[in-house]
């Protein structure tokens, strides 16, 4: 056995100390969703438009996280920031409320950079580590889209849009504002070309590296300075993420070389420490195909490309080069949990640094990779963050954001349970059942589908299972055919499939639970958003046995989608073939088809300023169901709101509806909420 490669493995119970609580405890409800203080949530001006803020210091040191909380008197999250020490101890308050987003620690440590708002345009600013000053170092034309440090500290390399000249400012504000449609830069919405530009920390002068018609998304800068690796794609259009290409560009005389040339979406570029190598993540290296995607490596001076293989299971988290380049660091889903590997390159070779039953997950390494930093959390546990040695696991617990938890609330108990499909096809899922429950009685059974398709359930913390275990239900998440996490054979397994062997997926799982003797087949009710709307309307339209339905953001017609939503992937994949030349094929799996046999009690979700399941598709389901007047329909219309994410009380009120629906429609309960804490 090589050493080099076998870290110390440890269990969930080293992760996790248990807590001994005396005292009656009290089911989890409505207010504790809001209640809930989140660990290291921070938005992002990424193309996910999501990160999470836990930082180590490059020195092993010092951990940075944010902690959010519901402020309901602004209608948001308010984000707070601290340090700690990466041994333990109390945490100190840095910076204001509205800190920032995009934080980063210097290479050697002496800044904690973050991005802001000025005048409306985010710019970078720098907390000067030792003296606690806070400096604005960026004063661009326009946002700064992303940004890395130079690894000697003495430049920011950034992306930022291409800017207006004044008389174009002044047209456009006047309201000059009409594009064409995909068109140059532009997408469904307005674009400007995206380039990259070079800050002097010292001078404070910039100066612009590249000048193409390009939309950059991505930049790691190599350890020398004199190069930086790009993710750029040749417009904004929607639906054409597998036009994204991985580039270099040489940072004296401005040379722009492409390094991919094909079909398949290239992202997270990282530079080897040696400056050979680049890692980066794709489904393929050909065309954009319906896999999990698989860890590459480029060799920059000959252009030969590995794929890694022993990568295989799931989405990969915080991708990291060990400083001998020769390994990559990472998190990985492999099934519900999480765990953080270490892949040897040569050997294509992965070996588990952890090995829990929860959702681990990599934040940040030390500069000499003997100390990280990462956030666990499981199916009763909200996330946390840890520090630990790499080569030997000793968890040391940083954060305790929701004590009152273990001392208050009696939480569901969860675990994971398989049964076999229509097709033979096993399936796992997500069981939940009230803390305490004794098996004696059958209880009412709420399905949740997730979005995606391929996204899954996991090992990790669910408001909405402790919400409804505490109202006395049991909750089952199903990871149907086209989840992510299990390779690609359950995720191809949806194509040219939609809406069949998922539905069976659902059913055999909701028969396994009533088997089992926990569901009541008289008290069956379900709840999705996004794919988990478009299936959860597939599912009542094709069976009666649920009591009551939750639909948030699906699409139910998808010949009217093509083009308002984001549907490529029905395209591409799951169809395999366009709408206008197999209409009736379209028609077939679109849920609106059958909407004359929904006799469920339906409550439908929708944000009227949804760019991937467009809002119409709602109005479309509901009009039907309304006028067709076979069963109770209620659609709750979300005024400004985009696909997922609801402020304070737009989340309250969704929750507060549809607890009202399904204890109505499933219980039999005039179901009032508390008042607001």
Same mark, same amino acid.
């Not at 080293?14 to 203080?37: C, H, M, S, W, Y």
């Not at 594009?179 to 002097?200: E, Y």
């Given at each position: ?14 992760? /996790? ?33 999501? $990160? ?32 700690? &020490? ?42 000067? @580590? ?18 890395? !440090? ?17 008389? $174009? ?79 270099? @560009? ?7 070389? #492409? ?125 946390? @963050? ?13 954060? #305790?954001?929701?004590? !009152? ?13 398989? !049964? ?12 939940? /059942? ?102 959860? &309307? ?56 059958? @909407? ?55 989340? #309250? ?12 429609? /499933? ?11």
């Amino acid at each position: 056995m090589n050493t080099k490669y076998f870290p110390i493995v440890c269990t969930a119970l080293a992760l /996790v100390g248990a807590t001994e609580v005396l005292g009656a405890k009290r089911p989890f409800n409505l207010d504790d969703i809001t209640r809930q203080e989140s660990v290291g949530g921070n938005f992002h001006m990424s193309p996910d438009g999501y $990160e999470e803020t836990v930082l180590l210091s490059p020195d092993g040191k010092t951990v940075f996280f944010s902690l959010s909380a519901a402020d309901w008197d602004v209608n948001q999250r308010v984000w707070k920031y601290y340090t700690i &020490s990466s041994s333990g101890g109390d945490a100190t308050r840095v910076l204001a409320v509205d800190g920032g987003q995009a934080f980063q620690y210097s290479p050697r440590g002496t800044y904690l950079s973050f991005v802001k708002p000025v005048d409306e345009r985010d710019q970078v600013f720098v907390l000067d @580590v030792a003296t606690g000053d806070v400096a604005q170092i960026s004063n661009h034309a326009t946002d700064v889209f992303d940004y890395k !440090w130079s690894a000697d500290e003495s430049a920011v390399y950034f992306i930022a849009d291409d800017s207006r000249t004044a008389e $174009e400012q002044a047209r456009y504000e006047l309201g000059a504002d009409w594009f064409a449609v995909d068109d140059g830069s532009n997408g469904r919405i307005a674009a400007r070309w995206r380039n990259l530009w070079k800050l002097d920390v010292d001078a404070g002068a910039e100066s612009q590296i590249t000048a193409e018609k390009l939309i950059l998304d991505e930049l790691d800068v190599s350890p020398d300075g004199k190069r930086v690796a790009l993710v750029a794609r040749p417009d904004n259009r929607r639906n054409y993420p597998h036009t994204a290409e991985l580039y270099v @560009v040489d940072t004296s005389d401005k040379a722009l070389t #492409r390094l991919t040339e094909n079909l398949a979406p290239e992202s997270m570029p990282r530079w080897s420490p040696d400056g050979m190598k680049i890692a980066y993540y794709a489904p393929d290296d050909q065309t954009y195909k319906l896999t999990k995607g698989y860890l590459w490596v480029l060799n920059i001076d000959t252009g030969d490309t590995k794929k890694l293989e022993s990568q295989n299971m799931g989405d990969v988290y915080t991708l990291t080069w060990s400083t001998d380049s020769e390994s990559l660091f990472f998190s990985e889903q492999q099934h519900m949990n999480t765990n953080i590997f270490r892949l040897h390159i040569e050997s294509d070779s992965m070996y588990p640094i952890t090995n829990t039953d929860g959702f681990t997950k990599l934040m940040a390494l030390s500069a000499d990779q003997s100390r990280m930093v990462y956030s666990y959390s499981n199916f009763n546990s909200p996330v946390e @963050v840890y520090s630990s040695p790499v080569s030997r696991l000793s968890p040391v617990r940083l954060t #305790r954001t929701n004590e !009152w938890m273990d001392s208050e609330i009696e939480l569901a108990e969860s675990t994971v349970i398989r !049964w076999k499909s229509k097709d033979g096809l096993e399936i796992e899922g997500m069981l939940a /059942v009230p803390g305490g429950y004794d098996g004696k009685k059958r209880i009412p059974l709420l399905v949740l589908i997730h979005g995606g398709p391929p996204q899954q359930w996991a090992n990790e913390f669910y408001r909405e299972v402790h919400l409804y275990a505490g109202l006395g239900y049991a909750i089952l998440g199903a990871n149907v055919r086209g989840s992510s996490g299990y390779g690609n054979n359950l995720i191809q397994a949806l194509i040219g499939d939609v809406g069949g062997g998922e539905y069976e997926d659902i059913m055999s799982g909701v028969d396994h639970v009533i088997e089992m003797g926990i569901a009541d087949p008289d008290r069956l009710a379900l709840r999705g958003w996004s794919w988990g709307g478009v299936l959860g &309307s597939w599912v009542i339209t094709q069976t009666d046995r649920f009591k009551a339905a939750s639909i948030g953001a699906g699409v139910m017609s998808w010949l009217s989608e093509m083009g308002p939503g984001f549907n490529w992937d029905l395209t591409e994949w799951y169809m395999e073939n366009s709408h206008w030349k197999d209409p009736e094929a379209w028609r077939k799996v679109s849920s609106i088809t059958y @909407v004359e046999n929904v006799t469920t009690p339906t409550l439908i979700f929708h944000g009227d300023e949804d760019w991937y399941s467009s809002y119409n598709q709602s109005l479309i389901f509901y009009t039907g169901l309304r006028d067709i007047g076979k069963a109770p329909v209620r659609f709750i219309s979300f005024p400004g709101r985009g696909h997922e994410e609801l402020d304070p009380w737009a989340q #309250r009120a969704r929750y507060v509806e549809e607890v009202r629906w399904m204890q109505k429609y /499933v219980n039999g309960i005039d179901w009032q909420p508390p008042e607001k804490n």
